[in-house]
Nanobody, 123 residues
Framework: QVQLVESGGGLVQAGGSLRLSCAAS????????MGWYHQAPGHQRELVATASSDGSTVYADSVKGRFTISRDNARNTVYLQMNTLKPEDTAVYFC?????????????????WGQGTQVTVSS
């Protein structure tokens, strides 16, 4: 009923920038939190940044001052602007969203992950 579609990953040199996008589609009634997590080989999935419906944001210490998360609520889309990228930022980046959707006149909760997009930063 709800899908997340990510875009914007790729290969960049250290010090460069990338912008990730994630759009949610379906019979969405509301979205509470949208965000980004990453997972490097041999590591667990970790929080990068989240943005809540009240406008609050959370960042991992490792990306503060370099990454900026933003939301376009009219488009149910979240962005992650990544600047001054480092090789240690290399990982698969996953979009996350939770909220409610409508089906058969009822509302249902959802928690979804995107398919992941590879970000590779070369030194």
């Amino acid at each position: 009923q709800v899908q997340l579609v990510e875009s914007g990953g790729g290969l960049v040199q250290a010090g460069g920038s990338l912008r990730l996008s994630c759009a949610a589609s379906g019979n969405i009634f509301s979205i509470n939190t949208m965000g980004w997590y990453h997972q490097a080989p041999g590591h667990q999935r970790e929080l990068v940044a989240t943005a809540s419906s009240d406008g609050s944001t959370v960042y991992a210490d490792s990306v503060k001052g370099r990454f900026t998360i933003s939301r376009d609520n009219a488009r149910n889309t979240v962005y992650l602007q990544m600047n001054t990228l480092k090789p240690e930022d290399t990982a698969v980046y996953f979009c996350y969203a939770d909220g409610t959707y409508s089906r058969n006149l009822y509302r249902h909760a959802f928690k979804l992950w995107g398919q992941g997009t590879q970000v590779t930063v070369s030194s």
